[in-house]
């Protein structure tokens, strides 16, 4: 079955770095697109980085020039590289398989059906 598993949560001071990482296993991984999300307490889920197959890579605006998501098809992982953090990055940060693979608009949370369990990134002043 589709499994996804997160890794590389922490904590750290404002303005440092993070590298989350998603391994993905029981289907064709470079068939589909992919994206992290972010859960902060009391807010909603919203997606902050996707990429697909091919690579072209989109970014929620609070987080250009910061983040960088990055996939190797091969080895099935999905990476999030968090520079310059601030403290509002702080969250429950999952990943996620898209329904399909490419996309022409921007996606809901109905287009994601697998999700990982999250890992906790919290970044303080």
């Known amino acids: 079955q589709v499994q996804l598993v997160e890794s590389g949560g922490g904590s750290v001071l404002a303005g440092g770095s993070l590298r989350l990482s998603c391994a993905a296993s029981?289907?064709?991984?470079?068939?589909?697109?992919m994206a992290w999300f972010r859960q902060a307490p009391g807010k909603e889920r919203e997606e902050v980085a996707f990429i697909e197959p091919g690579g072209r890579a989109l970014y929620e605006d609070s987080v250009k020039g910061r983040f960088t998501i990055s996939r190797d098809n091969a080895k099935k992982t999905l990476d999030l590289q968090m520079n310059s953090l601030k403290p509002e990055d702080t969250g429950m940060y999952f990943c996620?398989?898209?329904?399909?693979?490419?996309?022409?608009?921007?996606?809901?949370?109905?287009?994601?059906?697998?999700w990982g369990q999250g890992t906790q990134v919290t970044v303080s002043s």
């Open positions: 996620a398989r898209a329904r399909s693979g490419y996309y022409y608009r921007r996606r809901t949370l109905d287009d994601y059906n697998y």
């Open positions: 029981g289907y064709i991984v470079h068939n589909y697109a």
